[in-house]
């Protein structure tokens, strides 16, 4: 079977389960970048006043800026796995096994990032991203890390309770799969909408507006919880 | 079994396994959790298990989307890395450090060579040639260069708009130009380790031009007791740093019998380390340069630090944590 076209990267576990990793692209990267910056420039402006210290005001500012640069970025990863720009767009940077990232990782892919820069504006860094399935820009391929979404909890979706019925015999395992999904997520979209899903789910039955509805939760309680009688 | 079965009997672990979860992930509260985690690499094994399960058994996308952000969740705490201690700066400086140099000693060498041979040679060079300074630095450059060293300031190294500047200022200065030029150094070494070699080979070159004209105007008076405090530590650490980049760039070129992306990324965990070792070394050295290189002490005592400093260098790099060079 062909691998889906899509950003998620399947990581086995020693456990033997699979643990989806949804790598961020260039684009939200970017973005979290350009927030960095905002914020870096913001506390620099609040260091700034210093320099009504003279000498050791400005020696305080030459350490910040330093610690801006080159420091900012691995605080911020090892405390939290993201820096604040990251964090609001809901990025964070993990191993490629999934797992916190840790110092040393954290300093060579923010150290390796002056070769991403090159030569200009992270041209070298935008290359290896488009060229990478996972993209990765050089400092992350040499530290093993990824950028990946933070996962959301979920709100724990629940199947309407209702009176099951049995499904039609023979249904496909991607058939049942639609219809729990659509139990579970169907009170989400507007009615319209949810109707037109029904209706292709419960089509074969002839069931039509509202009903398609009902007739689809009747299937998927039956689905999650068997025969109304307990058998099942 | 259908789905409502198997949550039903298997949701009280999970609650179990969701607190434990939240104790883990909340540092503070960790400390005191410590005796009832024993249990917690079971209880992940369990989790796993019923993820799997779940989804073999083609139970809904929500209940799987749940389990999974579970397990994820559990899979960063049992797995998380955890590398040799480094109980503080000074434990790292004391064996890490060392000893991962000394792991890599033909490439320091290497690095070594590649600074300060030509660093010497220009010296030499551009005290006999007047005019071969010239190829390196421009007529202006030369002249404030000659400022700056004048035997007739108080404080030689700082240019007349820092004459007002206090050591702190300039403290601050030198660490974030130093180790600066160290990190870039190091990240040089990803272009198959061309930039770090530039980057040695054009620091060595200017060092020692500046060195070799300044000696050459009779200004070595003021010059050398300035840079013999500090020299010994930062140009160490600046080869140290092209080492790091040349195991960088050794990686790409010769990576031996792995693959060029597992070399690259055992040879960074290394490098990372010389790194981080120069980095303190440099901000030491921006020390010494801003509290004792400009000061007021004689030039016989601040040759004798000198010295003593290459000394220094030279017993730690080669002895600090010996004793168990074999263990790491």
């Known amino acids: 079977m062909l691998p889906p076209i899509d950003t998620v990267r399947l990581h086995e576990t020693p456990e033997g389960v699979d643990l989806a990793l949804r790598v961020a692209g260039p684009a939200p990267r970017a973005i979290a970048y350009l927030l960095d910056v905002v914020v870096r420039f913001a506390v620099l402006l609040v260091v700034l006043p210093l320099g009504a210290f003279a000498g050791f005001g400005t020696g305080l500012i030459l350490l910040a800026v330093f610690g801006l640069e080159w420091l900012y970025p691995v605080v911020f990863e090892v405390r939290s796995g993201a820096t604040p720009g990251k964090r609001i767009m809901g990025l964070m940077v993990v191993h490629d096994d999934g797992t916190p990232v840790r110092l040393p990782a954290s300093l060579i892919r923010n150290l390796l990032r002056t070769v991403d820069f090159l030569p200009m504006l992270y041209g070298v860094g935008l290359v290896s991203m488009l060229v990478d399935r996972d993209f990765r820009r050089l400092g992350d391929l040499a530290a093993g890390t990824l950028v990946v979404y933070a996962d959301t909890p979920p709100a ?6 209702v009176v099951p019925q049995a499904p039609p015999a023979g249904l496909s395992v991607e058939a049942q799969q639609a219809i729990l999904a659509f139990a579970e997520r169907g009170h989400a979209v507007s009615e319209a909408r949810r109707i037109e899903l029904a209706e292709i789910l419960a089509g074969s039955v002839g069931r039509r507006g509202e009903a398609a509805v009902a007739q689809v939760n009747a299937w998927a309680a039956w689905l999650a919880r068997g025969a109304p009688d307990g058998r099942g | 079994m259908k789905q409502d079965a198997f949550e039903a009997a298997a949701s009280p672990i999970w609650s179990d396994y969701r607190a434990m979860l939240d104790a883990l992930e909340n540092p503070r509260r960790r400390r005191a959790h410590v005796p009832a985690l024993t249990s917690f690499p079971q209880l992940h094994r369990r989790l796993c298990s019923d993820y799997a399960l779940a989804r073999s058994r083609r139970y809904s996308p929500g209940l799987i989307a749940e389990l999974e952000v579970l397990v994820r969740r559990g899979h960063r705490q ?7 201690p480094v109980r503080s700066v000074l434990d790292f400086m004391a064996t890490r450090f060392p000893r991962t140099l000394r792991r890599h000693s033909a490439v320091f060498w290497i690095a070594a060579a590649l600074f300060f041979l030509p660093m010497i040679g220009m010296g030499i060079a551009v005290y006999q040639d007047a005019d071969l300074v010239y190829s390196l630095l421009d007529a202006e450059q030369v002249a404030d260069l000659e400022s700056l060293y004048d035997p007739a300031r108080h404080t030689p190294g700082r240019g007349s708009e820092r004459q007002a500047d206090t050591d702190v200022a300039m403290f601050g200065f030198y660490v974030m130009n130093n180790v600066g030029i160290g990190f870039r150094t190091f990240a040089g070494g990803l272009i198959l380790g061309l930039g770090s070699l530039v980057i040695l080979l054009v620091n060595g070159l200017s060092i020692g031009a500046v060195a070799g004209h300044l ?94 400093g290459w000394v220094l260098a030279a017993v730690y790099l080669a002895l600090a944590g010996r004793a168990g060079d074999d263990a790491s």
């Open chain 1, 156 to 161: 724990k979706p629940t199947i309407p309770q």
């Open chain 2, 78 to 84: 049992l797995y998380r890395r955890r590398s040799a």
């Open chain 2, 215 to 308: 000696t050459r105007v009779d200004y070595g008076a003021t010059f050398w007791p300035f840079v013999s405090g500090h020299g010994p530590y930062e140009l160490t650490a600046i080869a140290i740093c092209g080492a790091a980049g040349l195991l960088l760039g050794q990686a790409l070129l010769a990576p031996g019998q792995r693959t060029r992306l597992a070399a690259l990324r055992a040879n960074a965990r290394d490098a990372v380390i010389l790194v981080g070792g120069a980095a303190v070394l440099l901000v030491f050295a921006a020390m010494i340069e801003a509290f004792w290189s400009a000061g007021p002490a004689p030039s016989a005592l601040k040759y004798g630090v000198g010295v003593l």
